[in-house]
């Protein structure tokens, strides 16, 4: 499975870049990951730095942050919670530094899976690429059932049987997928622009109410961050279990610190985006500079605000329950401030970030089982790509497993389907931990090697090599402290346990079975390859910065008009 890589870097400098030597001397040396610029086997580079910059925004903003934030506020107060988002979201900038620096140098089309092959060992890219591929076989169906559960707002199960919506859902996404990359793209970037105006609407609203500029006037403050209070102790109803004082206190802020990594779970998909991206050296960076913004503004200004509008005993929090606007913090917040209206408009918006979820996990599953394909590791016709590089299998892989989303309308397979999803919760912590120490094996190889990150590569991660240390460390500890809870008080939830951490076990007899049966080991970071498809890269950058010096000249003969390329430019293109 390991290839060929030890030959000198001198040898390909004396092939000229695209020429026949150059990709004959690729086959020769990377077989596996050649597969990819096949005819037939390509992706369409169709996306560009917004598209990449809005994606990226897109897969942070979900369920998670619009409804998923009112269970943690309910488990453990306002304090605990802002505390648990601000260590996960400095993992999550972390992990996307590392995907940035690693994707920005050498772009593969193989995802995650070609960076561990390339930089650390096949056996991980094997175990890696799987664990997230299981993710993302049934996550798609999970959104459908979100969706139909959202819609019920509106209409009765009654009246209409919640199948007829998972139905068009699904054929709108599929369309959607099936249309190519630039479509896929243009679609994603305004779903994702309304993600985000909907999220600042609501970061502007709860501040308003905060200081008292709601129909009640009432000037709220900190008043629950002193009653209730800021810190809520450990309760189980399940259980009838409690725990007092600073212990309880305690047990409750760390499963918020789980909860909040699921709020996070998703920022790491638009790295699988980067093999289609136009100009990945530029765009690249870009979207990941953004990402502290975007961490700070839409989750951490959300949870300030939301706990000084929301007490962590509201009935109506504690209550709420589902997918809908009534269990959104947010929906309570404005009804608490006797707002009418903005609860069917946020219910709307909660559709809009489901279908929006679906349609990127449907495009994330199929792109994840082609790299698996052109890595080898999964049947070649994965890879096959139609006319627009859209690969057709993958889609329809992804299709069949959105069936299994017509289990929820049968009462007794809707129960099986809830723990079937619940398994696959921990894999993208294991994606984290993974991009993490790539990263680490990158900066060591790169060490090695006399690449110097601070003067050879477009964009370098900050504050390493400690932060990808720490991240790492956090994501592991968290895997292991997941569902903890389980084995506080009884009875023994094993069902959860068993849901809870059997993708742990299964990653670690895919890494050491593969290890074992091939008889891979990490490669040294002298033996690193850094050198194939760095001219290929290098060559595109510098046609599409052609290109653009050509445009450009081409506009300032006539005159710089301000068409629509010069409105973006001026007020939107610095955004990206």
Known sequence: MVTDLEKSSEQIDTLSRHSEEYHLYVSKSTPSANLAFNEGHQLKKGLE?????????????GTGLLIGTGSALAKAGPGSILIAYSIIGLVVYMVMCALGEIASFIPLADGFTGYCNRYVEPALGFACGYVYLFKYLLIPANQLVAGSLVVQYWVSPEKMNPGIWITIFLVIIVAINILGIRFFGEIEF???TLKVITCLGLILILLIIALGGGPTHDRLGFRYWKNPGAFKEYTDSTKKMKISGDKGRFVAFISTLVTAVFAFLGTELCGITFAECERPRRAIPKAIRLTFYRIVIFYLLSILFLGMCVAYNDPLLTAAKGSTAAASPFVIAIKNAKIKGLPHIINGCILLFVLSAANSDMYICSRNIYGLSVAGYAPKFFSKTNKRGVPYY??????????????TVSSGASEIFTYFVSVVSQCGLLAWAC???IHIRFMKACEAQGIDRKRDLVYRSPFQPYGSYFAFFVCVLVILIKNFTVFLGKPFAYKDFITGYIILPIFVI???GFKF????????SEEVDMVTYRDVIDA??????????????????????????WYYETFIGWLF
């Not at 917004?50 to 897969?59: D, L």
């Not at 052609?546 to 506009?555: F, V």
């Open 49 to 61: 730095a917004r598209h990449v910059s809005m994606i990226a925004i897109g897969g942070a903003l």
């Open 190 to 192: 305004w779903l994702s």
């Open 394 to 407: 993958g889609i329809a892989l992804s299709f069949a497993f959105c069936l299994l989303a017509f289990m």
């Open 435 to 437: 991009i993490l120490f």
């Open 510 to 512: 895919m890494y050491f």
């Open 517 to 524: 049966y091939y008889k891979t080991s990490i490669i040294p």
């Open 540 to 565: 595109e950058e510098e046609r599409y910065a052609a290109e653009e010096a050509e445009n450009k000249a081409l506009r300032e003969a006539s005159g710089n008009p301000k068409d629509k390329q």
